[in-house]
C-alpha cells in the first residue's frame, strides 16, 4: 500500500513537473527573438507611418493637420473682416494647407531613418511599456530638430510661390496697427505653420500607435501580432509582480 501510495505521489511529481517543463517551452517558443521585436516594431511603426504620410496629402481635411491660425484667429478673422479683407481668409487657408501638403514629402525619409537606426535597447524601451505613445515620444527627440529644418524652406517657398505671404502680411499689418491694441501678430507666419504640421504628424502617429498597442485588429501581420502579443503578456506579468 505504501510503495503503491509512493509510485501514485511520485507519477503526480512528474507530471506536475512535465507540465510546467511544456509550459516553460511554449512560452519560449512563442517569445519573439530580438532580431522579431525589432523587425515587429519597425513593421508596426512604418505601418502608422504610412497612414500618416497618406492623410498628409489633403492636410485640409483632416483637423489634426489643416492648418488653423495662432492663437487667438478668431480675433484675427473678425478684424479682418472688419478691415473689409474676409474674402482672403480661405485662400489663405488653403495656401497654407498647400504649403502643409508640400513638406509630408520631406518627412519621410527622416521617420524612416529614425526607424531604421533604432537598436535593441530602443526597441525594448518603446516595446515593452504601458506608454501607449513611447515609440511618437522616441520620435520627438529624434526628428523634431531634422523635421523643421526641412519643413522651414519648402513651406515658405510654396507661401511665397502662393502669395500667401502678400495675403497674410496684409492683414497682419491691420492687425498690429490698430490704436491703442496690444494684440500682434507675426508678420512671417512660416515657423508657425512647420511646427504645426510637425506636430501634427505626431499626433498621427501617436494615435495610430495607441491603436496598434491597444486593439487587436491594428496588428496586420503575423510578426505584429507575435510581438504585441508577447508585449502583452509581459506587460501582465509586470502589473501581478
Given at each position: 500500500m505504501k510503495i503503491k501510495s509512493l509510485i501514485v505521489g511520485l507519477f503526480c511529481l512528474l507530471t506536475i513537473t512535465s507540465c510546467d517543463t511544456l509550459k516553460q517551452i511554449g512560452s519560449d517558443?512563442?517569445?519573439?527573438?530580438?532580431?522579431?521585436?525589432?523587425?515587429?516594431?519597425?513593421?508596426?511603426?512604418n505601418q502608422g507611418l504610412f497612414k500618416t504620410?497618406?492623410?498628409?496629402?489633403?492636410?485640409?481635411?483632416?483637423?489634426?493637420?489643416?492648418?488653423?491660425?495662432?492663437?487667438?484667429?478668431?480675433?484675427?478673422?473678425?478684424?479682418?473682416?472688419?478691415?473689409?479683407?474676409?474674402?482672403?481668409?480661405?485662400?489663405?487657408?488653403?495656401?497654407?494647407?498647400?504649403?502643409?501638403a508640400n513638406s509630408f514629402s520631406a518627412a519621410k525619409p527622416i521617420f524612416l531613418n529614425a526607424v531604421k537606426s533604432m537598436n535593441i535597447s530602443d526597441v525594448a524601451n518603446i516595446l515593452i511599456t504601458d506608454n501607449t505613445h513611447a515609440a511618437t515620444d522616441y520620435f520627438r527627440t529624434t526628428t523634431n530638430t531634422a523635421l523643421m529644418n526641412a519643413f522651414r524652406?519648402?513651406?515658405?517657398?510654396?507661401?511665397?510661390?502662393?502669395?500667401?505671404?502678400?495675403?497674410?502680411?496684409?492683414?497682419?499689418?491691420?492687425?498690429?496697427?490698430?490704436?491703442?491694441s496690444s494684440f500682434k501678430v507675426e508678420n512671417s507666419l512660416?515657423?508657425?505653420?512647420?511646427?504645426?504640421?510637425?506636430?501634427?504628424?505626431?499626433?498621427?502617429?501617436?494615435?495610430?500607435?495607441?491603436?496598434?498597442?491597444?486593439?487587436?485588429n491594428f496588428r496586420k501581420s503575423d510578426l505584429t501580432k507575435k510581438v504585441f502579443n508577447y508585449a502583452d503578456e509581459e506587460l501582465k506579468k509586470r502589473a501581478v509582480k
Open positions: 517558443l512563442l517569445k519573439p527573438s530580438n532580431l522579431e521585436m525589432a523587425l515587429g516594431l519597425k513593421e508596426a511603426l504620410f497618406d492623410a498628409y496629402s489633403n492636410p485640409a481635411s483632416n483637423p489634426a493637420l489643416a492648418f488653423a491660425f495662432p492663437n487667438d484667429a478668431q480675433k484675427i478673422i473678425n478684424l479682418a473682416n472688419q478691415a473689409g479683407l474676409g474674402s482672403i481668409i480661405k485662400p489663405i487657408n488653403d495656401k497654407f494647407n498647400k504649403a502643409i524652406p519648402i513651406i515658405d517657398s510654396t507661401i511665397n510661390v502662393e502669395g500667401a505671404n502678400k495675403e497674410w502680411k496684409k492683414i497682419a499689418s491691420i492687425v498690429n496697427n490698430i490704436p491703442f512660416t515657423d508657425f505653420v512647420a511646427a504645426r504640421a510637425v506636430e501634427g504628424m505626431y499626433n498621427m502617429v501617436a494615435e495610430e500607435e495607441k491603436n496598434i498597442r491597444t486593439n487587436l
